[in-house]
């Protein structure tokens, strides 16, 4: 909890000289959270407690979320700021990556990891999910994805006439709607864009931001390939460092504090929850925005889970999962 992690977090901004912001998105299974825009308003309030600084320590835990959010996050901090770095334990992907293309120095332990920086397209519009109840649960569209079937059909099939490859973007568009389509090709100019912009701070040559762009936004392949330190420094030349002994044991202290605290490791089973009893309440905390001088901020997620039956002719002994939630966002706790 965090009253366990307030020593590491002086140790750490003593060890840096810096101001440490803590955020953190869940990567429970079945409890996700990812970057969004709501947190931006909780950082303004951490960043208004620090004050202006020479440096800050910006630790971060994430699978990703909104590229938009990515950007102005790493502006709003600059603003605070001279010098921004990324402390990393563990999972950085995604607009996490983002991130770290606009910091001055980016902290990596042996376990941090890096990923490719292809946003998925999430909408009402995307692709139903097959075979679930839930009527609303959409298919994420990955950009890549999309780049590398019309790649496939023009190199590996061959298919270069124009009206060959019409008929293959009709047939996708039956699969996928042509607005999110257009969304898709938009997402794909847009984060390489914002890629750009961030890397100023690094004063990399148009060459070696143009490799690095490549790469991360493509040429990586799957959205699950993971970069570590040595990819990262030598393949990409990345600014990145590696901790002291003495800091990586206090930056692992406090990833595994909180790994605890949200239970990252232990997937989310309702059925389990409700195994001995018809009616659970529940808290999950699904996200953090800490500081030492501003307190805590959690995302939460509260409510009741309750087994109620069916009643549907010839299935007496069939029940149903009703998931009541009362509360999902921030809580502030001093």
Not at 21 to 40: C, F, K, P
Not at 149 to 157: G, L
Request: hydrophobic letters at 35%; charged letters at 25%.
């Amino acid at each position: 909890m965090r009253n366990d992690r307030l020593d590491l977090y002086r140790r750490l901004e003593e060890q840096r000289n810096s101001k440490l912001l803590v955020y953190i998105t869940s990567t429970r299974s079945g409890l996700e959270t990812q970057i969004a825009n709501d947190a931006l308003a909780i950082f303004s309030r951490h960043l208004d407690e620090i004050g202006d600084s020479q440096k800050i320590s910006l630790y971060l835990y994430t699978n990703g979320g909104e590229t938009l959010t990515a950007w102005s996050l790493v502006n709003l901090i600059r603003s605070f700021c001279k010098e921004l770095e990324v402390i990393i334990p563990s999972n950085c992907f995604s607009s996490g990556t983002l991130i770290c293309l606009g910091a001055n120095n980016i902290v990596m332990t042996k376990q941090a990891m890096l990923g490719p920086i292809d946003p998925s397209i999430n909408g009402p519009l995307n692709p139903s999910v097959p075979g679930v109840a839930d009527p609303n649960a959409r298919v994420p569209v990955s950009v890549e994805y999309v780049n590398a079937y019309i790649e496939m059909a023009r190199k590996d099939f061959g298919i270069v006439d124009p009206k060959n490859m019409t008929e293959i973007l009709l047939n996708l568009s039956e699969k996928i709607h042509p607005l999110t389509l257009g969304q898709v090709y938009k997402s794909k100019r847009q984060i390489q864009m914002l890629a750009r912009k961030l890397m100023k701070w690094q004063n990399f040559k148009e060459e070696k931001e143009d490799a690095i762009i490549k790469f991360l936004c493509s040429d990586s392949g799957s959205h699950d390939y993971s970069i570590r330190r040595k990819e990262a420094s030598e393949s990409l030349g990345l600014p990145i460092e590696k901790p002291t002994m003495e800091q990586y044991e206090i930056i692992q202290g406090i990833f595994n504090d909180i790994n605890n605290e949200l239970e990252l490791e232990i997937p989310y089973n309702p059925v389990i929850m409700l195994s001995k009893s018809a009616k659970v309440p529940y808290s999950f905390r699904r996200g953090l925005i800490e500081s030492i001088s501003n307190g805590t901020d959690v995302f939460l997620s509260e409510g009741i889970l309750e087994k109620q039956p069916l009643n549907a002719p010839g299935m007496p002994f069939q029940m149903n999962l009703v998931d009541n939630r009362t509360h999902e966002g921030w809580k502030h706790e001093d």
